[in-house]
């Protein structure tokens, strides 16, 4: 299987912070990696998918980056509604797998 | 814009089979993988596996870590998919999520763009 580690678990920033969230794959996955973002109570929200594209609906602030291992969400200036849990997901091979989460906290 | 929602048991005996039914609305079956991810409480996302729209089982995958549990099916013509996980314990109790998962263009890399609300199925006695 091929394992996800993101970094870090957790932060507490502030609102209009940039935010820059890591995930490493333990071996080259092309660009098959999307992120999610979920909120308590909800079901997880697509918010990139190849590495770097953003679905229609999701905000400018959002951005993804890296190809093979090593990927980057980073959000320009964090927002009050951004303060969630965010999943890297690999999507080159099955299982697909997912990383253990960041939590943004207030 | 496609919908999709779970439906089935909130309570499963230990030892039983655990069955769920995703139905999807506003969007037809086709040329998508249907996947099912699930989540214990307080927990990151863990993924089941996946059918192709066909049913065809070479394009169907599934978690090893379910070690033979998990059976998926799909009535592409009812609009419906659906997941059996047999012999479940309490490490089994989580919330259940089906999901679209997109290769087609422009999304291409197989996410799951669409995701139903989630159920919560509790294994005890």
């Known amino acids: 299987d091929i394992q996800m580690t993101q970094s870090p678990s957790s932060l507490s920033p502030s609102v209009g912070d940039r935010v820059t969230i890591t995930c490493r794959a333990s071996q080259h996955i092309n660009d098959y990696l999307s992120w999610y973002q979920q909120k308590p109570g909800q079901a997880p929200k697509l918010l990139i998918y190849a590495a770097s594209n953003l679905p229609s609906g999701v905000p400018s602030r959002f951005g993804g980056s890296g190809s093979g291992t090593d990927f980057t969400l980073t959000i320009s200036s964090l927002q009050p509604d951004d303060f969630a849990t965010y999943y890297c997901q690999q999507t080159y091979s099955t299982p697909q797998t997912f990383g253990q989460g960041t939590r943004l906290e207030i | 814009q496609v919908r999709l929602q779970e439906s089935g048991p909130g309570l499963v005996k230990p030892s039983e089979t655990l069955s769920l039914t995703c139905t999807v609305s506003g969007g037809s079956l086709s040329s998508y993988y249907w996947s099912w991810v699930r989540q214990p409480a307080g927990k990151g996302l863990e993924w089941i596996g996946r059918?192709?729209?066909?049913?065809?089982?070479?394009?169907?995958n599934y978690n090893p870590s379910l070690q033979g549990r998990v059976t998926m099916s799909v009535d592409a013509s009812n609009y419906h998919f659906s997941l059996q996980l047999t012999s479940v314990t309490a490490a089994d109790t989580a919330v259940y999520y089906c999901?679209?998962?997109?290769?087609?263009?422009?999304?291409?890399?197989?996410?799951?763009?669409?995701w139903g609300q989630g159920i919560l199925v509790t294994v005890s006695p």
């Open positions: 999901t679209r998962d997109n290769f087609r263009t422009p999304i291409r890399v197989g996410a799951a763009d669409s």
């Open positions: 059918i192709y729209h066909t049913g065809n089982t070479r394009n169907t």
